[in-house]
């Protein structure tokens, strides 16, 4: 049985200005997801793989999977890396490969500035066979299979202290029209809209044992904003334990485990506050290999 509250969040997203890009409660532990600019901070080669379900109480709701993968170059002067994204969400199936590229100024011992561009092919699959419409009005080009190619860019900045971090990165730059037609004295077009991303972190060391590291993100496409708010805790140098408030949204929390020093795993969960529960639970589950030696990045108190 297919829903009219999933029709119709669906259409909000296809056909109008909201948000298309994927979304990502783990992005903290993986900011390459959000900002290219990210690509080679970390000192080491980082591969991290991550699959989220977002509101899992129907078929077709949103699905995203993610390989990232950096590491500096040119004696730390410089990031590379690439990033493998598929996005399923109803009849949209979108497949994204980038390749990543940061240019890292060291502005002082502890102080770093990264400028990063990200370019990529996306190759959009749309079946609308999936949808019901009303009085069987869904114009012909709709009720069948498509499938269109872009190519995409996105960049950002990021500054690293020792024990904070600020980042601000776009997607979309040139905001790429994937179709657009005229059927039935309508139009429908689908182009991408850039999205912006500011985020900030600071660590504050409370013992030798526990760490507080709170987190804020904004996010912003056209005339819409949402902010996330994270409270995070690091505790015996292995766990990492949090809360999130998403605006317009509600509550969720998420945690991290150092199984090794070059081994991760997290998780995060979310529900939702008022009608947006009724969409179901979201859950992310993330794996991650640093290696070459990482010790130093999980003991360190500065934020990841």
């Known amino acids: 049985m297919k829903h009219f509250i999933f029709t119709s969040l669906l259409f909000a997203v296809l056909f109008t200005r909201a948000q298309q890009d994927a979304q990502y409660n783990l992005y903290q532990f993986n900011p390459l997801v959000i900002n290219p600019a990210y690509a080679g901070s970390k000192d080491v080669l980082s591969v991290v793989a991550s699959v989220r379900n977002q509101w899992s109480g129907f078929d077709g709701a949103p699905r995203t999977t993610c390989i990232t993968g950096h590491m500096p170059i040119m004696n730390k002067t410089m ?85 904070y971090f600020v980042g601000f990165s776009a997607t979309h730059l040139t905001a790429p029209s994937v179709y657009d037609f005229d059927a039935n004295s309508a139009r429908f077009s689908y182009r991408l809209k850039s999205h912006l991303f500011l985020t900030a972190g600071k660590s504050f060391i409370l013992n030798e044992n526990v760490v507080f590291a709170p987190t804020v993100l904004l996010k912003s496409v056209t005339n819409t904003t949402m902010v996330d ?76």
Do not use: C
């Open 229 to 304: 708010v994270n409270l995070n805790f690091l505790l015996f140098k292995k766990l990492w334990l949090g809360a999130f408030f998403r605006s317009a949204y509600g509550p969720g929390f998420l945690m991290q485990y150092y199984v090794t020093n070059q081994f991760k795993v997290a998780y995060s969960f979310d529900s939702g506050l008022k009608d947006a529960r009724k969409l179901g639970a979201s859950h992310e589950i993330m794996i991650g290999f640093d290696l070459s030696g990482s010790k130093a990045k999980t003991v360190n108190p500065r934020f990841l």
């Open 79 to 163: 990031g590379v890396g690439g990033t493998i994204v598929n996005d399923k969400m109803g009849p949209r199936n979108n497949i994204g490969i980038y390749a990543n590229y940061a240019y890292i100024l060291k502005l002082s011992r502890t102080l770093k500035l990264s400028f990063g561009l990200n370019a990529g092919y996306n190759r959009y699959q749309f079946d609308y066979s999936k949808l019901t419409f009303y009085a069987n009005e869904a114009p012909v080009d709709l009720s069948q299979s498509q499938n269109h190619g872009v190519l995409d860019i996105n960049g950002g900045l990021y500054l690293k202290g020792g024990t």
